[in-house]
Each structure stands twice: as C-alpha cells, then as structure tokens.
C-alpha cells in the first residue's frame, strides 16, 4: 500500500500561481505512476495530470495544458504539480493519486491522499 500526504493548496487571484506536493512512501511506491485529480462542488472527480516513474512520462486534461506542469523527484518520491495561470473554475479539491500507468481514470487508482483545497478567485 502506496500513502500519499499532499500539501500546497490555498486561496489565490485568478492569474495566479500554487505549487502542489505530494510526498509518496510505502513499499512498491516506484512502481506505480503517480497523478492528481481534482474534484469540485457538485461534480465528479477529474484527471488532471499524471507522471510515470521511468520511462518519465506525462499526460494532461487538455484543459491544464499549458499552465500545469507535474514533475516528480525520485530521489525524494514526491511529486509536484505547478499551477500557473490559474482560473477560477480550476477551483476544487486536489486529490494525489497512485495507479498503474496512465492512471487517467479514478477507477483504476489504487491509493488516495486526503485531498487538498485550490480556490481561485476573480
């Protein structure tokens, strides 16, 4: 069992920046692909954007592209997701997820972290 702590979420204008983290342990942590999903009021969870261990490999909701960059640090086993430009509807709990590759479904998820808030406004 992968666990997952995130941090990094907050209150900020639309325009803005917010870095996400996401610290991984437990045993197999590297064998699984890693992805954040948001999910907001009323709505259902989304994909976001993902990050294989090796090969390194990314995917992203097409409308994150551009402004959302994840990346990840082996040597530490967290990773990050950048925000920049940010909008009010990518307001929402962020979810750090872990799955096999490419974990673009929360169906497939194996492990969740607690979530963390994202609110962007005008």
């Known amino acids: 069992q992968v666990q997952l702590v995130e941090s990094g979420g907050g209150l900020v204008q639309a325009g803005g920046s917010l870095r996400l983290s996401c610290a991984a342990s437990g045993r197999f942590v590297n064998s699984y692909a890693m992805a954040w999903f948001r999910q907001a009021p009323g709505k259902e969870r989304e994909f976001v954007a993902a990050v294989n261990w090796r090969p390194s490999m990314t995917n992203y909701k097409d409308s994150v592209k551009g402004r959302f960059t994840i990346s990840r640090d082996n040597a530490k086993n967290t990773v990050y997701l950048q925000m920049n430009s940010l909008k009010p509807e990518d307001t929402a709990v962020y979810y750090c997820?872990?799955?096999?590759?490419?974990?673009?479904?929360?169906?497939?998820?194996?492990?969740w972290g607690q979530g963390t808030q994202v609110t962007v406004s005008t």
């Open positions: 997820a872990s799955g096999p590759w490419p974990i673009a479904t929360p169906v497939i998820v194996n492990s």
